[in-house]
């Protein structure tokens, strides 16, 4: 499985923007995909996902930190899952790495599936 992620930037806080991950290859059994972020110097943090648990029914997981700021989406046809950014803080900025998971992405897992990463700014 492979997955490309876009949609980093440099934004004002208070700010959006709008992360698209696609995946590619052999995606059948992926039945989870979310996002993780890195900041500099500091250790990579869960940040969201998706999990299928039946067909059209999906579980959304956010972390406390982007809960009424952030949204994820998918787009199972497509396989791809997207993170919507609003009222953005300077400390959303980080490195942004797509992941994906026949079980599940969560804060505790190790995803088998990573995104070379996107970067965002948000400027104070």
């Known amino acids: 499985v492979q997955l490309q992620a876009c949609g980093g930037g440099l934004v004002q806080a208070g700010g959006s923007l709008r992360l698209s991950c696609a995946a590619s290859g052999r995606t059948f059994g992926i039945y989870s995909m979310g996002w993780f972020r890195q900041a500099p110097g500091k250790e990579r943090e869960f940040v969201a996902s998706m999990t299928e648990i039946e067909s059209g029914r999906y579980h959304e997981y956010l972390d406390d930190s982007v809960k009424g700021r952030f949204t994820i989406s998918r787009d199972n046809a497509k396989n791809t899952v997207n993170l919507q950014m609003n009222s953005l803080k300077p400390e959303d900025t980080a490195v942004y790495y797509c992941?994906?998971?026949?079980?599940?992405?969560?804060?505790?897992?190790?995803?088998?599936?990573w995104g070379q990463g996107t970067q965002v700014t948000v400027s104070s």
């Open positions: 992941a994906a998971d026949r079980v599940a992405v969560e804060p505790s897992s190790t995803p088998d599936h």
